[in-house]
């Protein structure tokens, strides 16, 4: 864990740097220090997504354990870094710095906890699609009383959504459409025979998520094109992309994969990153009808400009990259950096950690 933390025992001599425009609680911030005698918790209100600034009021020599989005500092203005616990859930903004790649910082991410909020976002817009509420929505600006004939509406009983990234907020997706009475699989890079290694063993909102993976009724894997075949071909209704950007993800959804979805007319929903699907291939499979819809979070470019044809495209839901928000956001974050302080006091693994080489 580095020359700095105990494989055991106190925090002492430790500086925790808190990056957020709001103070934590005072209780959260008294509870730390009086369980790690020694460690001090300093907060800089300081927006890190916005001001990227390094702050240069902050005794960066000191700081051993740090809690950011994008600021983050070099090497030489902090030598005794030695974990950094992001506020985002990718990693994909920091991977090409020196301070990550070329260290040994343990680099953690808040994956966990966005699955709660995402995964209503992904029900809530598949649903207003399927219920063809954005057509309702115009009709109420004219006034206008017109009802759909009811057999045009499929509810989603007996439906199949196939998650892409079998994370946590894939786990809270599939959580949400079983209860509605969907059929759940689920695609991940490595292979997981066991129910070991279907276990999720990141960072879970009490109560939520899959942690035990009981709920797919059947697992695709693979990082080949077969494979995405076999799980893009296999009755999808919905399909979830939930993985990170990477050099491997990028365009991994284009148009040979939109045409194999053309048989279901599958509906897409992207709340992983925009460039893991394919822009113009996406509006193609629109206007052609080879999907019968998707919901963007996430675009290719983003922001979208203001003159994009993807605006305009027929049946797609665009937001601006808000499905994450929620106001538990922060206290969520939180805890995970709590639970990982624990952890370092222990000498224990943490939670989250991102892997250098697969970049997530």
């Known amino acids: 864990m580095g020359e700095y933390f105990p494989s055991g025992g106190s925090l002492e001599g430790h500086l925790l740097l808190i990056i957020t425009p709001t103070p934590p609680p005072s209780e959260y911030v008294e509870r730390l220090e009086v369980n790690h005698p020694g460690l001090k918790v300093v907060h800089q209100p300081q927006d890190p997504w916005k001001d990227l600034s390094v702050a240069e009021d902050v005794d960066w020599k000191k700081v051993t354990i740090l809690l950011t989005g994008r600021v983050l500092p070099t090497i030489k203005q902090a030598p005794r870094l030695q974990y950094v616990q992001l506020q985002s859930a990718g990693a994909n903004m920091i991977l ?3 301070i990550f790649k070329d260290t040994d910082i343990v680099f953690c991410s808040a994956s966990g906890v966005h699955g709660p909020q995402i995964s209503e976002w992904v029900i809530c817009t598949f649903l207003a699609a399927q219920h063809h509420i954005p057509r309702y929505l115009e009709q109420q600006k004219d006034g206008l009383w017109k009802r759909d ?52 063993h990141s960072y879970v909102v009490p109560g939520m998520g899959d942690p035990e993976g009981l709920l797919p009724s059947k697992w695709y894997s693979g990082t080949d094109q077969a494979s995405r075949t076999e799980f893009l071909t296999s009755g999808l209704d919905l399909l979830v992309l939930a993985v990170p950007l990477t050099k491997y993800t990028k365009d991994l959804i284009s148009g040979p994969q939109l045409k194999l979805l053309s048989e279901k007319k599958t509906f897409i929903s992207n709340i992983g990153r925009g460039p893991v699907l394919n822009t113009d291939a996406l509006i193609e499979a629109l206007e052609n009808g080879w999907i019968r819809g998707a919901a963007l979070d996430v675009t290719d470019p983003e922001p979208l400009p203001q003159d994009h044809p993807l605006w ?9 990259h808000v499905s994450g928000s929620s106001i538990s956001y922060t206290q969520r974050v939180l805890a995970i950096l709590e639970l990982n302080v624990n952890k370092l006091s222990e000498g224990k693994d943490l939670l989250n950690e991102v892997d250098k080489k697969l970049g997530y």
Do not use: C, W
């Open 312 to 320: 305009h495209t027929k049946n797609v839901i665009i937001t601006p």
């Open 96 to 98: 090409d710095l020196p």
């Open 149 to 200: 004939n009811f057999e045009q509406v499929q509810d989603s009983v007996g439906l199949r959504v196939g998650i892409l990234g079998y994370g946590s907020i894939g786990r809270q997706v599939a959580r949400v459409a079983k209860a509605m009475g969907m059929d759940v699989v689920a695609y991940t890079n490595r292979p997981r025979p066991t129910p070991e290694s279907r276990q999720d």
